[in-house]
């Protein structure tokens, strides 16, 4: 199977196609389980000390993961390109994946186990992000330039809906009843990192399709014997003719670095808002989660098939609009008291689903064959140098209320910084004009 197989896929080709897109479900144990509801919260809890000084040291665990991502990514996606290598170390960061998790059951709950797990969260974020840079890269291989966008928005659907069946199991059965199931005890946390274990059981059976049925790319032989500095000097090379080749691309690149980091704070910020602007107990967070999840999902799939009849960008920039439209109603409507989150929040995650998946899917549409890794590097590379973002314009947007308007509860004015990134971001996404014709010289 080349970069772009047949307008007519064989069976092998829909197999590996199929087998691909089940990664997404099977790497969902990571970001669900691990970095956002569980083991997150479980590390930061008072097992480990004080909450609060807990989660500044997740924070700073996880600004040190981003900047190792920064700086390694573009480099690593261009070496696996050209040494023929994708599904390899795609293979290789999945394993890594889960050992990280297994390893996480380890955790004992006691202070002494703070800085072991706070390592595992860290070094599992960098491998995480390393592992999507091939995974997306593939996506040209297991895809026609006609059936691309709902490919990518059918894999993200695959994603939510693995994320939704592991929250619903790992809560129902074991975070939140008294009697956990299959005996196990709430003693030592042990209904809570025997989760760690399911997860790493999970993706490790699930990836498996890809191992069996996703073809290698073929070697080029350009970086045989090139040095990570040569590397690094080759890559510098490669962006200006990147830029001269494909100034487009780069645009892109800049502008989805922007309004994917408010994507990321919709979801971040969410439970925060439906609990201190709303009112939400702990329950109902949860319930509004796997809620969030499912429309989210039901998003990425339609916006999938959205993407093949509009365009990608269309369907991205739409979907930001959308995202605004929703969130501006959030605010204006909050008296209202928890219909409006319920319906307006679900609004938001809605459109989240499209923008994530259609993103996959304009820098595969637009990208020179042959530099996937190497654009998709700069894909994960761009989206950490600005993850500051919607943290830092969250805080002040309750700041700013606070200090000018006089506002005592200002939570719910969060959600105008997340606009603002979202809003700047669809602006700069306007402005980018691909030429495929271009890119494909």
Not at 87 to 113: Q, R
Not at 134 to 154: C, D, E, F, R
Not at 248 to 273: E, P
Not at 319 to 328: K, P, Q, R, Y
Request: charged content about 10%; proline content about 4%.
């Amino acid at each position: 199977m080349t970069d772009s197989v047949a307008s007519k896929p064989t069976k092998s080709q829909r197999r590996a196609t199929f087998a691909w897109a089940l990664w997404d479900w099977a790497e969902q144990p990571f970001p669900t389980i691990f970095q956002t509801f569980i083991f997150a919260t479980y590390i930061t809890s008072s097992y480990f000390g004080d909450p609060d000084e807990n989660a500044q040291k997740l924070s700073i665990a996880g600004l040190i993961a981003g900047l190792l991502v920064a700086v390694i990514s573009p480099v690593f996606g261009r070496r696996s390109d050209e040494a023929g290598k994708r599904k390899f170390w795609l293979l290789a960061n999945s394993l890594g994946l889960v050992v990280i998790m297994a390893a996480a059951y380890f955790v004992a709950p006691t202070p002494e186990f703070l800085i072991f797990g706070l390592v595992l969260y860290a070094l599992g974020s960098v491998i995480q992000e390393s592992a999507f840079i091939n995974y997306y890269a593939m996506l040209k291989q297991v895809s026609t330039p006609s059936n691309i966008g709902k490919i990518s928005g059918y894999a993200w659907g695959l994603g939510y809906a693995g994320g939704i069946l592991l929250l619903m199991v790992s809560l129902v059965g074991f975070v939140l009843p008294d009697n956990p199931w299959f005996g196990v005890s709430t003693d030592g946390a042990e209904n809570i990192r025997i989760l760690f274990l399911f997860s790493a059981i999970w993706m490790a059976v699930f990836t498996v399709p890809l191992m069996l049925f996703v073809p290698e790319i073929e070697a080029t032989g350009a970086t045989k014997g090139e040095s990570i500095w040569g590397s690094y000097v080759k890559l510098w090379s490669q962006l200006k003719s990147l830029r001269e080749q494909a100034p487009q691309t780069l645009k892109f690149l800049i502008s989805s670095a922007i309004y994917r980091d408010g994507l990321a704070g919709v979801f971040t910020f969410g439970a925060i808002l439906g609990t201190v602007a709303f009112g939400f107990s702990k329950t109902e967070v949860i319930f509004f989660g796997i809620a969030a999840n499912v429309v989210a999902g039901i998003g990425a799939a339609l916006g999938g098939a959205l993407d093949q009849r509009i365009g990608t960008k269309n369907t991205i920039v739409g979907s930001l609009v959308g995202l605004l439209i929703a969130g501006s109603a959030v605010f204006i409507f909050a008296g209202a008291g928890q219909i409006t989150y319920w319906v307006g929040g679900l609004a938001l995650c809605l459109f989240v689903g499209p923008a994530q998946a259609s993103s996959r899917t304009f820098v595969s549409r637009f990208t020179p064959a042959g530099r996937e890794g190497e654009v998709f590097g700069l894909y994960q590379t761009t989206g950490r140098a600005v993850s500051f973002l919607s943290g830092t314009l969250w805080t002040v947007s309750i700041s700013v209320a606070h200090t000018a308007f006089g506002v005592k509860d200002a939570t719910i004015w969060g959600i105008w910084g997340l606009m603002l990134i979202l809003g700047v971001g669809a602006w700069l996404l306007s402005r980018v004009h691909p030429k495929p014709a271009v890119l494909d010289a």
